[in-house]
């Protein structure tokens, strides 16, 4: 299973990775609160209205006072900002007019410098992750494979893409990867075997006659 972590900040603001996620921040961090973030972290910002918390993120800037929040940034393409509580302002780097600010349960998607904000988000759901719990909302298997790839440091492959683009509906609270896989096999009637216990292939389960 990939390793997940929570970091101190010399302001005493908590920050829990998640697998192959890694933050960087200068020496004068209490001076000006500016980290680069990349892969997934979840922030628990100490307030500081005279120095706000900023977070770099690929290709957006997320900026906060004290509240606490989710950033996704595992695809370079792409940036996921989730509240939990408190409010939030996320930008584009790279065209700063194009920012919105988010309160608790919104979320915003940056898809190439465009955001797509989604209200009413579950936020308890976009956290769980902290508390090694996978939830998956009509998620599409492609997907949910990115996600076992980076939680359990594993190779998933498909052999069709149809396969690919079917979803799935579920949640696994400190599964092994076997027993998540096995689940997802018996829901969707795929065959799923492991090449090596961490290259696994996905294919069509074949009807018999």
């Given amino acids: 299973m990939g390793e997940r972590r929570e970091v101190l900040l010399p302001d005493s603001s908590r920050v829990f990775l998640n697998s192959n996620s890694s933050i960087t921040y200068h020496d004068n961090f209490t001076d000006e609160r500016h980290i680069t973030l990349t892969g997934e972290a979840f922030f628990k910002v100490t307030k500081n209205l005279?120095?706000?918390f900023i977070i770099s993120s690929n290709n957006t800037?997320?900026?906060?006072?004290?509240?606490?929040?989710?950033?996704?940034?595992?695809?370079?393409?792409k940036t996921i900002v989730s509240?939990?509580?408190?409010?939030?302002?996320?930008?584009?780097?790279?065209?700063p007019k194009n920012k919105v600010i988010l309160t608790k349960n919104q979320q915003v998607t940056f898809l190439?410098?465009?955001?797509?904000?989604?209200?009413?988000?579950?936020?308890?759901?976009?956290i769980a992750w902290t508390k090694n719990i996978i939830v998956l909302n009509n998620e599409t298997l492609e997907n949910t494979a990115k996600i076992l790839e980076?939680?359990?440091n594993v190779s998933i492959e498909f052999k069709d893409k149809k396969t690919k683009q079917e979803t799935i509906t579920g949640?696994?609270?400190?599964?092994?990867?076997?027993?998540?896989?096995?689940?997802?096999?018996l829901l969707k009637d795929l065959k799923i075997d492991y090449l090596t216990p961490n290259h696994i292939i996905i294919r069509k389960n074949q009807k018999k006659n």
């Fill in 171 to 185: 949640k696994f609270n400190n599964e092994t990867l076997k027993n998540v896989m096995t689940s997802i096999e």
């Fill in 50 to 52: 005279k120095k706000p």
């Fill in 61 to 77: 800037e997320t900026k906060v006072l004290g509240t606490s929040f989710n950033i996704n940034a595992t695809n370079n393409n």
């Fill in 83 to 95: 509240v939990n509580t408190g409010k939030v302002l996320v930008r584009s780097k790279v065209s």
């Fill in 150 to 152: 980076n939680w359990y």
């Fill in 112 to 126: 190439n410098q465009t955001p797509i904000i989604l209200n009413n988000t579950n936020s308890d759901d976009l």
